[in-house]
Nanobody
Framework: EVQLVESGGGLVQAGGSLRLSCAASGFTFDDYVIGWFRQAPGKEREGVSCISSKDGTTYYGDSVKGRFTISSDNAKNTVNLQMNSLKPEDTAVYYC????????????????????WGIGTLVTVSS
């Protein structure tokens, strides 16, 4: 059974930092793309950042480029999202998601086509 468990959310002031972690189990870590998505109240879900744990290829949404960094720890089957220079507009529920790596050639970008989802963790950035 695929499981994705997020941790690290919380309340932070604007300009601060948070680190989210996604612990993955139930599949071969190297054969999957894992990423972070977010959904703010009244808004559509958006892809924040995704990574191929096999070769380290990454994707970042335009709104987080230069501020967020995604990384994978293959020994721990964990994907981390370091979020710096946080803004109030980064406030959202952040979800970890995963899909098989082989699907990448059929999809628009690395964050497309996610099949498995965690339950989410809330990030609140105060102004």
């Amino acid at each position: 059974e695929v499981q994705l468990v997020e941790s690290g959310g919380g309340l932070v002031q604007a300009g601060g930092s948070l680190r989210l972690s996604c612990a993955a189990s139930g599949f071969t870590f190297d054969d999957y793309v894992i990423g972070w998505f977010r959904q703010a109240p009244g808004k559509e879900r958006e892809g924040v950042s995704c990574i191929s744990s096999k070769d380290g290829t990454t994707y970042y949404g335009d709104s987080v480029k230069g501020r967020f960094t995604i990384s994978s720890d293959n020994a721990k089957n964990t994907v981390n999202l370091q979020m710096n220079s946080l803004k109030p507009e980064d406030t959202a529920v952040y979800y970890c998601a995963a899909r098989a790596l082989w699907r990448t050639i059929f999809l628009p970008n690395l964050c497309s086509g996610m099949r498995f989802w965690g339950i989410g963790t809330l990030v609140t950035v105060s102004s």
